[in-house]
């Protein structure tokens, strides 16, 4: 494939040095162009939430003409990045795009076409590299991916909603694989300010 016949991605990987690190970029496949940025996580540099500042500063360096993120616990499904590649000709390449992603206990997000918190995740974005257009990664929020999606400047409206599974999560989400009631749930998400 030349180089004018499709678009390059960034890769942004935030890492906390875990040996799952090189499962994740097995599973990227690169194409010619492609660039991939793992950033080593530096508490003493990075204060606040863990993985925020990094993907923050993976769209700072970020080259190529799209940006995807995953973590290093994560996994990209076989093919992705030709699916990936579909999508952005298919969305004429200047939209945002969300795929689906895949807990270990086969629970899939989204379930619905909306940017709601615990309905979005990071795996699952796929944003043309428009620096004017994206916000700050929050640095102090848990939810940093709900809150990217939710500040980039394109209209709701634009986002291209894409029903395959691109992405792996190597952990379970807790608000349903712990058999904590609602109230217990409540008091945890408070906790965490």
């Given at each position: ?42 508490p ?44 952005i ?17 086969g ?18 974005i ?49 608000k ?18």
């Amino acid at each position: 494939m030349s180089r004018y016949s499709y678009k390059t991605i960034s890769f942004v990987i935030p890492t906390i040095g875990r040996q799952s690190l090189e499962d994740t970029l097995e599973s990227i496949k690169p194409w010619s162009g492609d660039e991939i940025l793992v950033i080593q996580n530096d508490p003493k540099r990075h204060v606040g939430i863990y993985g925020n500042a990094e993907r923050q500063e993976g769209v700072n360096r970020a080259v190529c003409d799209f940006i995807a993120f995953i973590d290093d616990d994560d996994a990209y499904t076989p093919g992705a990045r030709e699916v990936m590649n579909d999508a952005i000709i298919q969305s004429s390449g200047n939209k945002p795009i969300l795929f689906r992603m895949q807990y270990p206990n086969g629970r899939i997000l989204w379930r619905k076409r909306w940017v709601k918190n615990g309905n979005v995740g990071t795996p699952m974005i796929l944003v043309p590299n428009n620096k004017e257009m994206l916000p700050e990664w929050d640095i102090r929020h848990r939810w940093g991916d709900f809150h990217f999606i939710n500040r980039w400047k394109w209209p709701k409206k634009d986002i291209i909603w894409r029903g395959e599974v691109i992405a792996l999560l190597g952990h379970n989400d807790d608000k349903y694989d712990n058999n904590w009631t609602y109230s217990e749930w409540k008091r945890r998400l408070a906790s965490m300010g």
